[in-house]
């Protein structure tokens, strides 16, 4: 494999520092759900069902939040738009270890609008500092420090809150979201290019709308993206789920754990070899196979085979988050980067949380290979359709694009081909 790629990306300044930041700055983000649970369980003494509705309240708040913050990342730059969130920050960790359920459940669900947005800051940040012929292995880098981030966060989480106590958890947990949200605000790195700072004012006060209807820069492309990334985490949050209901049915849910490192150590080898490829490959096609070979993996016969089995998904994982972040970065205005990019994370945030209840109720219906096979098929006929879209779509965009002049109002995107163009057409200045 050619690591060339990787050394020529971290020479870049800052790029090595900000990606060695991001485990820690998302440690305590990927930490939380795992957090929130043990405390209303442990500490508040409610059933789960209470705990993971509290945890549907700050995913259903960040999903909210995600756009207009990254809009206020656009407008007013990262120190100020981080103000209200870095607020945020202190008073819900601060009073969440006094906080009734109740008042939790509210609380849980204003602080996921305003949070600091980790995810979406540094992927944002890196668009911005690496080129466009560099940023395949600068993603898929990031998505690597996620897989370590999950792969850390849950089992230190259960590890304090065992070993101590689940309010410890909760505070050291507050401790580290408020620490990397301040550290953000410190560093403050770059969110917009230097030629996009240099925007005229008037022009970013353009219209936001045509029409008064959808915004300007919702292009076909990137809404077909964001379907594709909407189907991709959807595929990955039901498989959470299916591994558990699959195990459980072998009476071997407490070797859940070995799936899931399996699992993870085959995405990082994933992201690894993706990033050093030399030409794109269409997040839909990822998608596409990513779905058929994750919808058998249930039938394999027992633990081992279920590892194994998972293996062919696992090294997708990566890949595709990788390719769906490098596109929305590409096909993003420089004006509107930060909105865009919000409504990826939105995007991601709505396929967890529609997975997850769809492989539940099919390994419920039809036994623990079911939830598999759902999300599996689902995410397969979601790539197919992309797929199908963006090749009808693409004689029409030629032939408009040699007949008919540029429309002014609206942004330009340089028709980025998310597809399989050569990265050097990825020329736009992207966003997450």
């Avoid at 204003?110 to 466009?132: C, D, E, K, N």
């Avoid at 909105?339 to 994370?345: I, N, P």
Wanted: neutral net charge; contains cysteine; proline residues 7%.
């Amino acid at each position: 494999m050619d690591v060339q790629p990787y050394r020529d990306l971290l020479r870049l300044p800052g790029v090595a520092r900000l990606l060695g930041f991001s485990i820690f700055a998302r440690v305590p983000r990927a930490a939380m759900g795992v957090v929130l649970t043990l405390h209303v369980v442990l500490g508040l003494d409610r059933s789960y069902g209470a705990a993971g509705l509290l945890v549907a309240a700050f995913t259903v708040g960040s999903a909210l939040g995600a756009p207009w913050r990254g809009r206020a990342v656009d407008r007013l730059g990262l120190r100020p738009a981080l103000v209200p969130s870095l607020a945020a920050e202190l008073a819900f960790w601060g009073a969440s270890p006094f906080l009734g359920y109740e008042a939790l459940l509210g609380a849980a669900l204003l602080y996921g609008v305003l949070a600091v947005p980790t995810f979406g800051i540094i992927r944002q940040s890196l668009g911005v500092m690496v080129p466009p012929e560099r940023q395949r292995p600068a993603f898929a880098l990031d998505s690597m420090s996620v897989e370590v981030t999950f792969m850390i966060a849950p089992a230190a989480a259960v590890l304090v809150a065992t070993q101590v106590s689940a309010t410890a958890a909760l505070v050291a947990a507050g401790v580290a979201n408020v620490a990397s949200g301040v550290w953000f605000f410190l560093l403050d790195p770059p969110t917009r290019s230097q030629d996009g700072a240099a925007v005229n004012p008037a022009a970013d006060a353009a219209p936001h709308a045509v029409d008064g209807r959808l915004p300007a820069w919702l292009t076909t492309p990137l809404a077909l993206l964001l379907v594709t990334t909407l189907g991709a985490l959807l595929v990955l949050g039901g498989t959470d789920v299916a591994i558990v209901a699959s195990l459980r049915e072998q009476d071997a849910v407490g070797l859940a754990t070995v799936v899931f490192l399996v699992w993870s150590v085959s995405s990082l080898a994933g992201g690894l070899v993706f990033g050093a490829l030399h030409r794109p490959v269409s997040p839909a096609l990822l998608l596409l196979v990513m779905g058929l070979a994750t919808a058998p993996i249930g039938l394999a016969p027992g633990l081992w085979w279920l590892a194994l089995a998972i293996l062919p998904a696992g090294i997708l994982c990566a890949p595709v988050l990788s390719a769906t972040a490098a596109a929305a970065t590409a096909l993003a205005p420089e004006r509107v980067r930060g909105e865009v990019m919000g409504w990826y994370g939105s995007a991601m945030t709505a396929g967890l949380s529609l997975g997850a209840p769809l492989a539940g109720k099919a390994a419920d219906v039809l036994g623990g290979w079911g939830g598999f096979a759902a999300v599996g098929v689902v995410g397969a006929v979601v790539g197919a359709a992309v797929l199908v879209a963006e090749a009808v779509r693409r004689p029409q965009a030629g032939a408009d694009q040699a007949g008919e002049p540029a429309d002014e109002t609206v942004p330009e995107t340089r028709s980025v081909s998310v597809t399989g163009a050569d990265t050097r057409e990825w020329s736009a200045r992207y966003q997450d």
